[in-house]
């Protein structure tokens, strides 16, 4: 349940290739980012959350892909709320009709809803113009950057500062090697333009993760080229090489994660 007192909260609904949604909200304002789950089942993991559909005030979408916007023309047409998203998503994704209120930004723009300030950045991915958010509400920071490549430069100065990362850790290399997949899907996972491993990731904890980020949330995982458990593993031994004390949480598709509160 959120706390009242809390500033800045937070809540993975779902993460993973089957599915992404996560709820930011302060006292006043409730974002929903990405809408990949069916509008009902968004509406009973909000429940599970503490809070309803009536009271988001929009819903930002970082890129067409399916698992991110499955739900998103009923939820859209349901709530009448604001849907913030690039100029070059928006014609990708099929409304199945009249589409609802739209907000077109570039990616790079930053604007404010309602106390939260939302900064919008580029990332590396195989989609039209797909991005990641930084979101900031009385000194507290936020930062959601899944589905990519690699984490360039530009990225980690977008999430410099941010208290809470939810970040993708998507496959394990090997697994994926023999997994199910036809070669050239392993191709795109694997390319700079695919997902993020957790070697990768693991690198990026052990050479770039700042002190200040005290809860690291792990999701997008691949259903089978990953598990939890070698998350942990992995990204676990990179955070006790750097003798961080930063908390880790493995998000997955099936529920959705503790409410974070900042």
């Not at 199910?180 to 997902?195: E, L």
Request: charged share 20%; with cysteine; proline share 6%.
């Amino acid at each position: 349940m959120f706390a009242e007192d809390a500033i800045v909260r937070l809540c993975v609904l779902a993460s993973g290739s089957s599915g992404n949604a996560t709820l930011v909200a302060t006292p006043q304002t409730r974002l929903l980012i990405d809408a990949g789950l069916s509008a009902r089942e968004i509406e009973r993991r909000l429940a599970a959350a503490g809070e309803t559909l009536d009271r988001l005030d929009a819903i930002l979408i970082t890129h067409e892909h399916g698992d991110h916007v499955a739900g998103l023309p009923v939820l859209a047409r349901k709530l009448g709320r604001p849907v913030f998203l690039s100029e070059l998503t928006a014609p990708a994704i099929s409304w199945n009709g009249e589409p609802p209120p739209l907000e077109l930004f570039r990616a790079g723009a930053r604007w404010r809803i309602g106390d939260i300030e939302v900064t919008s950045f580029s990332v590396p991915h195989d989609a039209a113009d797909p991005v990641g958010f930084c979101l900031e509400a009385e000194g507290h920071k936020i930062a959601i950057v899944t589905d990519l490549g690699y984490i360039p430069d530009s990225i980690r100065f977008q999430i410099r500062g941010a208290e809470l990362l939810v970040l993708e850790s998507n496959h394990d290399l090997e697994m994926l090697k023999v997994g199910p997949y036809p070669w050239p899907v392993k191709q795109r996972v694997m390319s700079r333009q695919g997902h993020l491993s957790n070697d990768a990731v693991a690198q990026f904890i052990r050479k770039h993760l700042e002190p200040c980020t005290h809860t690291l949330v792990l999701g997008h995982l691949s259903e089978h080229n990953n598990h939890p458990d070698l998350v942990r593993l992995v990204a676990g031994d990179a955070l006790r090489s750097r003798g961080l004390s930063t908390r880790l949480v493995v998000a997955e598709h099936r529920c959705q994660t503790e409410v974070f509160q900042l």
